[in-house]
């Protein structure tokens, strides 16, 4: 469709914002191989944001990390998997995390936020000293307020992270990283056990939104992991392991057999999670958008996700994260006044709208558009923000009030979104 050039310069302007902070959002960093008691290791790492998430956070870092091989940010992306594999533990468990984190920063901000004080988000200069960082496998928050869980997303994003460094740069990178990739597949066999075609069943607390109390096989953490299972297949296919490259395609045919029961015809949408008789109906956009986007939808199931994003566009003015959000027992009720905007799941999140408008171009092109351009607009106005409100504003709660502004994830995704909706070849991209 055309676009009118008012239009086109907002998402140039959008996208040179989103270049600069993803060249911004590397920082020499310094961390211990083996859970803080090995060797002490330096590299250049890809982290989440400038100011409140300076750290290297695996979801963040898997939703940008091709865009950061298409501007050829090889070194990064390569140190940036090695701590991962560093802060791996004896039971396969890749951390969540490589940071410092969060607290005194966030307190930081809130504060500079309500007295205006300013914060300079300037890239690191050459003698700054490498940042301090330690690996964190467990999801946030006091044991003596709520549970703790092991997310089970990351290993999934890792894998396919050091799939895509390896077809894109560098293929042995991974051949020597063979046993360590073996022991994060177990890891994800083990959780597969308690469920019908070897999904992957998640406690409380244990994907992207780790404040939600709900535990079962979940949509999100399954559609990873199916990709994971590809990617991983085809890494020992270029080892000549046809074994064990045919066992995980096994696998991997049998979670994709199993996400079918995922599908309500009367809702026409992917349901979240289920957990035996029981299912999470409400429409996790997230989740249906990734459903799109990894082919597990069929034409007319497509037809109908898209028709279903459209109708809560229409109704709301933007994506939430999901409709209806989320049920006041899901969460433990010492995070409600900190999360409020997730709890109603209200938030708007930039990357989610991203996320939606690149799945939905193939069959609703001015839908994507639209989402595009609304989230361009913001970044031209606020930044590479995290979050922002349902007028896309910056948020007024204490707790998110210092929206981070130099944020990777929603740089990648609109880098990603922009490519694919106009099929043009970004700035940068040729002298990568």
């Given amino acids: 469709m055309s676009v009118s050039s008012p239009a086109v310069e907002t998402l ?52 940008a990390f091709d865009e950061h091989l298409r501007l050829g940010m090889h070194e990064a992306a390569r140190d940036t998997l090695s701590a991962f594999y ?10 969540r995390k490589i940071g410092g984190g969060n607290a005194a920063r966030n307190i930081r901000m809130m504060l500079s936020d309500r007295f205006g004080w300013h914060r300079a988000e300037a890239a690191p200069s050459a003698d700054e000293p490498p940042l301090r960082a330690r690996h964190e496998h467990l999801t946030a928050g006091p044991r003596l307020l709520w549970r703790r869980g092991e997310p089970k997303d990351v290993n999934s ?40 075609h070897g999904l992957l069943y998640q406690g409380a607390h244990e994907c992207w939104a780790d404040h939600n109390n709900h535990r079962g096989h979940g949509l999100y953490s399954n559609l990873l992991y199916l990709r994971a299972l590809g990617d991983a297949a085809g890494l020992f296919d270029a080892w000549g392991d046809d074994r064990e490259a045919a066992r995980l395609r096994g696998r991997a045919a049998r979670v994709r057999e199993g996400l079918e029961a995922f599908w309500d015809w009367e809702r ?103 989402l595009l351009q609304a989230v361009a607009r913001q970044m031209v106005r606020h930044g590479a923000v995290e979050a922002l409100d349902a007028n896309f504003e910056r948020l007024g709660h204490w707790y998110t009030s210092g929206a981070e502004t130099g944020f990777t994830w929603t740089s990648g995704a609109f880098r990603a979104a922009y490519r694919r909706i106009h099929g043009v070849r970004l700035a940068a991209e040729a002298s990568a």
């Fill in 86 to 95: 560093d802060g791996q533990r004896p039971d396969g468990l890749f951390p």
């Fill in 12 to 63: 140039e302007t959008a996208d040179a914002i989103a270049l600069a902070t993803l060249r911004r959002n590397v920082a020499v960093c310094e961390w211990r191989a083996g859970g803080g008691a090995g060797q002490l290791r330096r590299g250049r790492l890809i982290l989440a944001g400038t100011c409140k998430f300076r750290e290297a956070w695996a979801r963040d870092c898997a939703f």
């Fill in 268 to 370: 026409g949408h992917f349901v979240k999670l289920i957990d035996g008789s029981r299912r999470d109906t409400r429409f996790s956009v997230p989740d249906n958008m990734l459903a799109l986007e990894l082919g597990l939808a069929t034409r007319a199931q497509r037809q109908a996700v898209v028709r279903k994003l459209e109708e809560v566009v229409r109704e709301r003015g933007y994506v939430p994260i999901h409709a209806p959000g989320y049920p006041w027992w899901a969460v433990p009720a010492a995070r409600l006044p900190f999360v409020r905007e997730y709890v109603t799941g209200e938030l708007l999140l930039p990357w989610i709208q991203l996320l939606a408008a690149g799945a939905v171009h193939p069959d609703h092109p001015a839908l994507a558009e639209e």
């Fill in 157 to 196: 994003l890792v894998l396919s992270m050091t799939a895509s460094y390896s077809r894109a740069v560098e293929g042995s990178f991974a051949h020597a990283l063979r046993e360590p990739i073996a022991r994060a597949l177990a890891y994800l066999d083990r959780h597969c056990e308690r469920g019908e």
